[in-house]
């Protein structure tokens, strides 16, 4: 017959086993496992630091674009918010990477095709404007795109291609320093209408000074070609001589760029005076002094 103690021992080993495979289960099956923290919403270092915090891990998947969220803050987690996961386990976070939008490219210089290829691969739906003649590149490369290189667009906006048709059939000339009447002659001869503009400058009155487009330029028939033409240098009021020494009257047209031309006596005093007293003349004209 077995001893009560005996008996006793055996039962308490079976219960300790028991609570110890109770235990165990409980841990494998819950007692390791902890929630996930609420990281979504905030911004990467936030998100990392409150990670950190409660002994987690961060590892990141592929960012994704968001129009409404800023870049580096946590579209969503894996483990969600207060899902279960593992003490000390890996959270895995995907970043907005902010709205998608993306530059023009530099495709003037390029071929159609080569073009439409890089602005495709901007996400651009790509058309074709009319051609135009361009000086500098050849027939067959684009010359131009609208919107202008370098500006932000959004994945599918329009891109509109310009190609270029080669230089224009008629070359402007060179009129600087000629006559306005003659230079107008010219462009009118070869099919160009000339617009002129007068400004201020030192050079002859009617002299073309300037031009718009620049000689060489490729044009077609009928093309405007701006012309800057001179006014002529600032007009010189002439005084009121009459009455003074007649050498006075040759200092004071000095001083004021003019060419004083005394007669009769020119010790005397100015009894006339040609041109008259407040004509406008052009700088270094001639006064003639008539002195007595």
Known sequence: ????????????????????????GWWWGMGRYTVAPQLASMDKAAAEAQATRGGFT???AAGQFDEKVAKDVVLRQDPPAAGRILKGG??????????????????????????????EQAKLQVTKGPDRYDDNLPKGVV??????????????????VFVSKGKAPLTVPRVIGKNLNDARNELISLGLEP?????????????????????????ERGAKVELQVSEGPPQVVVPRLIGLPC??????????????????????????????????????????????
């Not at 017959?1 to 165990?24: C, D, E, K, N, T």
């Not at 503009?197 to 030192?202: E, H, L």
Request: proline residues 10%.
């Open 247 to 292: 050498q006075q009257a040759v200092q004071q047209l000095q001083g004021m760029g003019l060419q004083p031309n005394p007669q009769i006596n020119p010790n005397g005093t100015v009894f006339a005076q040609q041109p008259n007293e407040n004509t406008p003349v052009a700088p270094q004209s001639q006064v003639v002094l008539f002195c007595q």
């Open 195 to 219: 617009l002129i503009a007068y400004k201020q400058s030192d050079k002859p009155r009617d002299e073309v000074i300037g031009q718009s487009p620049d000689d060489g330029a490729g044009v």
């Open 58 to 60: 961060v590892a990141y």
């Open 143 to 160: 010359v131009a795109v609208d919107p202008p290189v370098g500006t932000e667009t959004k994945p599918g906006d329009k891109a509109t």
């Open 90 to 119: 890996t959270i895995t976070l995907v970043l907005s990477l902010g709205a998608e939008r993306y530059q023009v490219p530099d495709v003037p210089g390029m071929t159609l095709d080569l073009a439409t290829a890089e602005l």
């Open 1 to 24: 017959m077995s001893h009560p103690r005996g008996r006793m021992a055996v039962a308490a080993a079976i219960v300790a086993i028991g609570l110890i495979f109770a235990i165990g």
